[in-house]
């Protein structure tokens, strides 16, 4: 096992939490305790560091006389910011510092004494797969008898324990090391941490020391005005993960991935994939049910026979990035058979029991590539009707909408069009724009703007040889409607609406008259 620091304290005087931060200038320095960082206002807690950072729709510096309300001591601005017009009191260390955003990262490693320098750590990024891979991963490493420890798009855990739910891929940097420190205490052998393209322009794991990194797949997506302007842009941003790491895993199944080899010719890369390449692990004689996927492993020159617990294709290609992950601490075969035949993941290709005995599969799925990976998947097996009921985000890349349009008419029998995390777009704008690509599909479609009466109206219909597919939300609990986050779960949804249908006065007539002129979220069932 590998050895970590015993529990320390975090207090630390603020010169020795600024050092390697590029300053531009202090006014009322103090070399105070500081105990905890945020930026936050909200979390900041006595004696904290409060970063006010400018997003995109607020500044930060708005946010100080709540962060001092909290406990703030020391307050750390943009460059930018004209520390005379800050009404702030002469007791109080105000730091304008270059790159606020980096300052954050290196300012927390500081704080926490970079506590992954004394862990393992595997970062994981790509377009699709990231959450499944790291899922696997860490499965496969349990099975080994290490403890792991997890920082994604789900929660945060140690072993089983889940210690707080998460809002984004990658929280941010000063949530990282917080959770790394914990993670030392607690004895983890090894931290796996899911890395957003974002998390890498906006220096969330700067400071973070990777053992190996995975590169699942680049598709896509992320293309809008506040991510990445092109392709290019989105496909550099992932391959600063790839730099900072000594061994890298790469699909070299994927028309950008198989670039790194040749792009990072002194790096230990590990290859995998399933087609007609050479790779390190691979995989053959796929034979794809309804609850799980059978194949062949190829490893160390040998085949072993592999049951993956979750359905597709693209699952073997996510169990093959964790098992080439997890070659690098000398896992065996039976330790990957007995991981993978019970990994579950909440929001991917999750199955949702349910008393009317449908087949109903929640995921994550919100670009054209992983939609037409899942329906391609369960179109094999499926006696009946392929019912996709689903919808896009606002505020994304709008190019993407009518291309999955178009797939979603082509592969499912029957496609209910609802809204997904509307952010704040019009929904019904959002709806329209799929709608072209519908069109252009001929295949069976309906519109139906509200998210809960669309999957009542799918239930209403289903039989048990169909299957309904409702992608987006995933793991999201919640609908995010003009700037507010509503408590949403579909797996309640479900539940609750099978039970009215199950009482002998539920009048399915009423459920196929919804109104479409207005976007409602639901009160009652949420």
């Known amino acids: 096992m590998f050895q970590n620091k015993q529990e320390r304290s975090e207090v630390m005087k603020l010169s020795k939490i600024l050092e390697s931060i590029e300053i531009k200038n202090i006014i009322n320095m103090n ?17 904290g560091l409060f970063f006010a950072i400018n997003g995109y729709n607020k500044n930060g510096t708005d946010f100080i006389d709540s962060a001092i309300k909290n406990g703030a001591t020391a307050i750390v601005v943009e460059e930018n910011s004209d520390l005379s017009k800050l009404n702030i009191s002469e007791n109080i260390p105000v730091i304008s510092v270059l790159k606020i955003r980096k300052s954050l990262a290196i300012a927390s490693c500081n704080l926490y004494d970079n506590p992954s320098k004394k862990l393992k750590v595997i970062g994981v990024t790509g377009t699709k ?37 998460t809002d984004r891929t990658t929280p941010e940097s000063y949530k990282i090391q917080e959770s790394l420190d914990k993670m030392v205490k607690e004895n983890v052998d090894i931290a796996i941490l899911e890395v957003s393209s974002q998390a890498m322009k906006l220096d969330r794991v700067t400071g973070c020391d990777f053992d190996v990194a995975l590169f699942t797949n680049l598709t896509e997506d992320h293309i809008s005005p506040r991510e990445h302007s092109d392709m290019n842009d989105y496909f550099n941003a992932k391959l600063e993960l790839m730099k900072i790491s000594p061994n890298l895993v790469v699909n070299l199944d994927n028309e950008y991935t198989e670039k790194i080899p040749s792009l990072f010719p002194n790096k230990n890369i590990t290859t995998f994939g399933m ?29 072993e026979p ?57 995921d994550y799925a919100h670009t054209p590539s992983s939609l037409e990976s899942i329906l391609k998947t369960v179109k094999p097996y499926t006696k009946g009707r392929v019912i ?80 309904l597919v409702i992608p987006g939300l995933g793991n999201d609990l919640y609908i995010e409607y ?36 207005t976007f409602e979220i639901p009160s009652d069932k949420i």
């Not at 696997?136 to 140690?158: D, P, T």
């Not at 087609?275 to 085949?303: H, M, R, W």
């Not at 007539?509 to 919804?514: A, D, L, T």
């Open 31 to 47: 070399d105070i305790n500081i105990t905890n960082i945020s930026s936050d206002s909200r979390y900041i807690k006595e004696n």
């Open 129 to 165: 797969g990231k959450t499944t891979s790291t899922f696997m991963i860490k499965s496969i490493l349990e099975a080994h008898g290490l403890k792991v420890g997890l920082i994604g798009s789900i929660a945060i855990y140690i072993g089983d324990k889940q210690l707080e739910v």
């Open 275 to 303: 087609q007609s390449k050479k790779y390190d692990i691979s995989a053959k004689d796929l034979k794809p049910e309804n609850s799980c996927v059978n194949f062949t492993l190829s490893i160390n020159g040998k085949d």
């Open 306 to 362: 592999v049951c993956v617990s979750i359905p597709g294709e693209y699952m073997v290609y996510n169990a093959l990035g964790a098992i080439a992950v997890a070659s690098h601490f000398n896992i065996t075969a039976d330790e990957i058979r007995t991981a993978l035949k019970s990994v579950r993941v909440f929001g991917r290709s999750e199955l949702v029991p349910n008393r009317l005995g449908l087949t109903i599969m929640i």
């Open 388 to 467: 996709c009921t689903w919808g896009v985000g606002g505020d994304r890349d709008k190019a993407k909408r009518p291309i999955m349009g178009e797939i979603s008419g082509t592969l499912a029998d029957l496609t209910i069009l609802t809204s997904d995390q509307v952010r704040t777009e019009d929904p019904m704008s959002i709806l329209k724009d799929i709608e072209v690509g519908l069109k252009k599909s001929g295949g069976d479609y309906i519109l139906i703007l509200n998210r809960t009466e669309a999957i009542r109206y799918a239930l209403s219909i289903a039989t048990k040889d169909d299957i």
């Open 482 to 517: 003009m700037g507010v986050k509503y408590p949403y779960d579909e797996r309640v949804i479900i539940h609750d609406i099978i039970e009215e249908m199950l009482d002998d006065n539920y009048d399915y007539e009423k459920v196929k008259k919804f109104n479409n002129e």
